[in-house]
């Protein structure tokens, strides 16, 4: 099972099997390399080398678009998966017993936005996510839904970060939409390993930032505006990058640009830009099919040897449910302990969900999978250690 992606190009496989994509990925060397080059050009020549920025930064927007799966003039650059939500959460027009609609357990970013909505007489309601896994079946959100008057948002990750349950945006997208609902989608625990189609899906916000999935690093990210619902987020940072005109710096008339960038308001974050330009260069050149096909044999080989071994696996692994992130847990072994054993045998993965995640990315390998198994083996009486 060759990787995708070059183990060459990820310096952190020289001293550890790195199964954290759903916490903070390594970056590639040639995102690397890009941050470095970027730095260098300014420290040589400041305002003189921001020749070809803009250029740079509209052809990483392509690339973003594609991988979204949604026109290019949709997509935004944001700090980070916080600042996105708060564009969406914070921008639309709010009236007392506005209602929304999100998941319990979730991440904080993905559910602090709308909580703080209370203040403004906005009613939030939970869904509460369903057996080990933690499914959050699409009936789940309609139920709730259904309870009191029609939600202005339903709000969720597409991926939950504990047990990597995976929600069915399309079908979610069509139940919201009939009782007159926008979607908005928390999607950093997929973007970047599996294939996403988010204006086909009906999506109408969506966003992500790069230092998971996706490769980058901290500090950069995107959000997905469709553009049937632009006019209806107020943009909550104006600046010259914000408008049509925004080399006059003499105009002062207030003209929206005509798409997402509206919401960029100043300058970007260029280092950051440009090491993710290099990192989503790297992933389209892979592919994200074979990203995909490749993540989910990982976890399947991790989720029958973890099984054979005697470990209990959570995460829900159907075929609509799965993800990129695996989550189990030994019996009578604390799930942070768990995680130390494999860090000092030189697996990093992370105590979440209950249990301890681990979450593969296209230039892993079975071996490190298989070393993982055997590990875990060791804590669980010494049983097998390799998968089939």
């Given amino acids: 099972m060759e990787p995708p992606l070059p183990r060459s190009l990820f310096p952190v496989t020289e001293r550890w099997a790195y199964l954290n994509h759903a916490g903070v990925a390594p970056l590639p060397s040639s995102a690397v390399e890009a941050m470095a080059g970027y730095a260098s050009r300014i420290a040589g020549g400041g305002s003189l080398a921001v020749e070809g920025h803009n250029q740079r930064a509209e052809e990483i927007r392509q690339v973003s678009a594609r991988l979204l799966g949604v026109p290019e003039r949709d997509v935004a650059f944001v700090k980070n998966t ?29 559910l602090y936005p709308w909580l703080a909505l209370r203040d403004r007489g906005v009613v939030v309601d939970l869904v509460v996510p369903q057996g080990p896994g933690r499914t959050l079946a699409t009936e789940a959100f309609a139920e709730v839904i259904a309870r009191g008057v029609p939600p202005k948002v339903v709000a969720t990750s597409w991926v939950q970060f504990g047990r990597g349950w995976r929600t069915d945006l399309g079908a979610l997208a069509r139940v919201c939409h009939y009782a007159g609902a926008l979607l908005c989608a928390d999607v950093i625990q997929g973007l970047g390993v599996i294939p996403s189609e988010l204006e086909a899906w009906g999506v109408d916000f969506a966003t992500a930032d790069a230092h998971k999935w996706l490769l980058g690093p901290e ?11 632009l006019d209806r987020l107020r943009p909550l940072e ?22 997402a960038r509206r919401l960029e308001g100043g300058s970007h974050n260029q280092a950051g830009l440009h090491a993710l330009g290099a990192s989503l260069d790297l992933l389209a050149g892979a592919g994200i099919d074979d990203v995909w096909r490749h993540v989910d ?20 692994r159907s075929v ?19 995680h130390r054993h494999l860090l000092e045998a030189g697996i990093v993965t992370s105590p979440r969900g209950g249990g301890v995640r681990l979450a593969p990315h296209a230039y892993n390998t079975a071996e490190e999978i298989d070393a993982l198994v055997a590990q875990v083996g060791q804590l669980c009486g010494g049983a097998g250690g390799t998968a089939r």
């Fill in 82 to 110: 916080t600042e996105g939500l708060g564009f969406v959460a914070n921008g639309l027009d709010w009236q007392p017993g506005d209602r929304v609609v999100v998941p319990d357990l979730e991440f904080p970013s993905t």
């Fill in 297 to 316: 044999e990982l976890c399947d080989r991790a989720c029958a040897g973890l099984a054979g071994v005697g470990a209990r696996v959570l995460s829900d």
């Fill in 238 to 259: 104006p600046g010259w990058n914000s408008v049509v005109h925004r080399q006059q710096w003499d105009d002062r008339e207030l003209v929206w640009d005509a798409g």
């Fill in 219 to 229: 500090g950069i990210g995107v959000l997905y505006v469709a553009g049937r619902c």
């Fill in 320 to 338: 609509a449910g799965r993800s990129g992130v695996v989550t189990f847990s030994v019996a009578g072994h604390d799930p942070a302990a768990v």
